[in-house]
């Protein structure tokens, strides 16, 4: 029983690479978020969902994409990475029982 | 838009002591649940303990317990009889009570050190 992981764990992107964090979940939960963590600013919401199919914007979801084609996976994209996304990446879902957070992937934009 | 408000960046207690970490949310609704989130070294987000708003009774999970003040919009949590493996950063949770708004507000987080 995976829970949700997150794929990679860790990453270095130059300024202006793209990349793809997957966030995958084996437990059938509807709803998904990803958080980013900075020191001293807590998690913060970038984009969540509440179905396959669906996505809407959290708290601070400017240079991110994110996409929930099949129920399991959540994708968040980033077209053209900045030094200021530098940064700990968590996906979360939500079932019944509460919430699950993945382990993280710390991306570093150099 | 609720807002979670934790003022104790870090806080130092000595192992078998008791700590006591201090949230204050800002909210419109009537009902909600708050949580406490443990993050070790690990990353892992472990929960700690949970309240819903409408409970008077302040939760308790073994050493951790709540002091839920609703009027005052205050959610402190206490550990009792610290241990070394309490060392961890302390997150304050908000979530609406209403359904399709299920989103978890974080607090700032509080750094806890145990000190042997």
């Known amino acids: 029983n995976a829970g949700v992981t997150q794929t990679p764990k860790f990453r270095v992107l130059k300024t202006g690479q793209s990349m793809t964090l997957l966030c995958a979940q084996d437990m059938n939960h509807e709803y998904m978020y990803w958080y980013r963590q900075d020191p001293g600013m807590g998690l913060r919401l970038i984009h969540y969902?509440?179905?396959?199919?669906?996505?809407a914007k959290g708290e601070v979801p400017d240079g991110y994409n994110v996409s929930r084609l099949k129920k399991q996976n959540f994708l968040l994209g980033l077209e053209s990475a900045a030094p200021s996304q530098t940064s700990v990446y968590f996906c979360?879902?939500?079932?019944?029982?509460?919430?699950?957070f993945g382990s993280g992937t710390r991306l570093t934009v150099v | 838009a609720q807002t979670v408000t934790q003022s104790q960046p870090e806080m130092s207690v000595q192992e078998a002591e008791t700590v006591t970490l201090s949230c204050t949310y800002d909210?419109?609704?009537?009902?909600?649940?708050l949580f406490w989130y443990k993050q070790p070294p690990s990353r892992q987000m472990i929960l700690v303990i949970r309240q819903e708003a409408y409970k008077q009774q302040n939760a308790t999970e073994n050493r951790f317990s709540v002091n839920f003040q609703k009027a005052a919009k205050s959610f402190s949590l206490k550990i009792s009889d610290s241990q070394l493996g309490d060392a961890a950063m302390y997150f304050c949770?908000?979530?609406?009570?209403?359904?399709?708004?299920?989103?978890?507000?974080f607090g700032t987080g509080t750094r806890l050190t145990i000190i042997p």
């Open positions: 949770a908000y979530r609406s009570y209403n359904f399709g708004n299920e989103k978890l507000t």
């Open positions: 979360a879902t939500k079932g019944p029982s509460g919430y699950t």
């Open positions: 909210t419109s609704e009537s009902d909600y649940y």
């Open positions: 969902s509440v179905g396959e199919g669906t996505t």
